[in-house]
């Protein structure tokens, strides 16, 4: 492959830790768009003539049709994607594809290539993103009402909707759409044309390249380009932040369904049976899904740990780039379809989360604040008193809103009918009115903001 430089061929332990034809095929598309862009400005720029131009063209048009039927055959000894199509392109057409590569470098090459898969995957992730958000939204309208306990601690803290709940996974989700948003933006320049690490004396135009491949310009030092790979991070530091987002969602989805809370009942279509007990069903896809971010984040941290210590411009390292991104990007694409699956089909039990709302004392808080708003308690004093009729409440085995009046005046004297409007549930929720509060009025009007948004 290398020419006139070596004697022998490569050891096969070489061939084996050098080949990365096995997992690089999946650039095949973004190798040939690549290369097309690079010999229409060849022949724009007078590089190469007309006729080794459209030579070159019709030969890689033919072999993307190989590669997306299944039929271009790989070859170990090629090394990688980019030799491997050089390869074919010879055999079908000859001496003019030697001419390809005029004013290139696969460093360049594979920087591009690189760019424009995860570019595309940037757009597939938003894209999922974007409609299990829509599920969300779709759920929290549904039960923008209803009442469920809300946790600090997983300990039963205040009433919440499930409306509440819901859109608070929507703004999560909504900063990781932007934060792709970001990295795309910073990513889209294109390395073609930087060649091995220096640049070319080849009069080449590297605005034609850019454009034709959408990228908003050329990148401006050819040294990082070939050695920068923040583009293929960034994607991962963005792509673990949503899959941790994920697995919280994930984790909440398996503790409401389970038979302790029963707040939830996941379709048949995302669980599974258990070979021994009949009774089961099993959240799996809901595990999965939480135990998605290892690999993701294990990329991540993977390949920070590969690129630290390069010195510039391209080693051989990077090429241990790919796999780790191609799997966090297929867990990711298949963790986010999993989870608007399991969004979309689940029935939310409205008595169940209520049920669960008014048990744990959880309209404490909404007690203190009486005190304070009608009796005029400094809040610490309000929340001692509190604490007392709470203990109270447990020692009788009752909820606050079931306490006799006698009893509450028992612990402090002032105390009258009135405070049992704020110890419903309903009126908890209700009165929780402050902007991004949870009261069902509130949680409508970002419903109905989001609603614009994602269309
Ligand atoms: N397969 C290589 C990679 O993925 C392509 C670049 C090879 N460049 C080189 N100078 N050997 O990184």
Partial sequence: MWGGRFSTGPDAIMEAINASIEFDKRLGPQDIESSIAHVDMLGATGILNVSDVSAIKEGLEEILNELNSGEFEFSKALEDIHMNIEARLKDKIGNPAGRLHTARSRNDQVATDFRLWVRGQIDLTDKNIADLMRALLDQAQSGVSWIMPGFTHLQ???????????????????????????????????????????????????????????????????????????FALEFLNSSSICAMHLSRLAEELVIWSSAQFKFIDLSDRFSTGSSIMPQKKNPDAAELVRAKIGRILGANIGLMTVMKGLPLAYSKDMQEDKEQVFDAADSLSLALCAMKGMIQDLTANKENLEFAAKSGFSTATDLADWLVRVLNLPFRDAHHVTGEIVSLAERSGCDLSELELKDMQSINSDINEDVFKVLSVENSVKSRSSYGGTSPKEVQFQIDRWKKVLG
């Fill in 156 to 230: 039963t803290a205040q009433p919440i909707t499930w409306g509440h709940h819901m859109m608070a996974y929507v703004e999560m989700f909504a900063r990781d759409r932007s934060r792709f948003k970001d990295a795309r933006n910073r990513m889209n320049e294109c390395p073609l044309g930087s060649a091995a690490l220096a640049g070319t004396s080849f009069p080449i135009d590297r605005d034609h390249t850019a454009r034709a491949l959408e990228f908003e310009r050329p990148t401006a030092n050819s040294l990082d380009a070939v050695s920068d790979r923040d």
